[in-house]
């Protein structure tokens, strides 16, 4: 019971995170209604890395299953955004990046690193203090 708790407040903490560095990424560039995406695409990663850190805490090595767990997550998170922006450069037929895009790109890709992060902490936290005792 305590693990489950343990991670809701891990899932709880990352979106509380993601959402403030979010809302201060939309207020600097002044965002508009194309924004939603990105605090929709934050409550998909921070589930999903929910769901691996909580996996990767129930391994025999679980330090070593929550570090490779957490570098996993940004290698993937990194090249999906890297694919975004690919597909950014090609949308138009040119290569060419307009601000605007810059900005949905950046809107995206923090908010999601700051709640991996964050959790990546929070279990990692855990589990050392788990083990300690």
Do not use: C
Request: hydrophobic letters at 65%; charged letters at 15%.
């Amino acid at each position: 019971m305590r693990v489950v708790l343990s991670m809701i407040l891990a899932l709880t903490l990352s979106l509380f995170t993601g959402g403030m560095a979010a809302v201060q990424i939309a207020e600097i560039v002044r965002a508009r209604e194309e924004f939603i995406l990105a605090f929709l695409m934050l409550i998909i990663v921070a589930t999903i890395a929910a769901l691996i850190f909580g996996v990767a805490r129930f391994r025999a090595d679980a330090p070593r299953a929550v570090r490779n767990a957490g570098y996993i997550l940004l290698a993937i998170l990194i090249v999906a955004i890297a694919a975004l922006l690919v597909a950014f450069f090609y949308a138009s037929g040119e290569i060419k990046l307009t601000s605007y895009d810059g900005q949905l790109i950046t809107e995206l890709a923090i908010p999601g690193l700051v709640a991996i992060l964050t959790q990546w902490a929070f279990v990692r936290w855990r589990v050392l203090r788990h083990l300690a005792a």
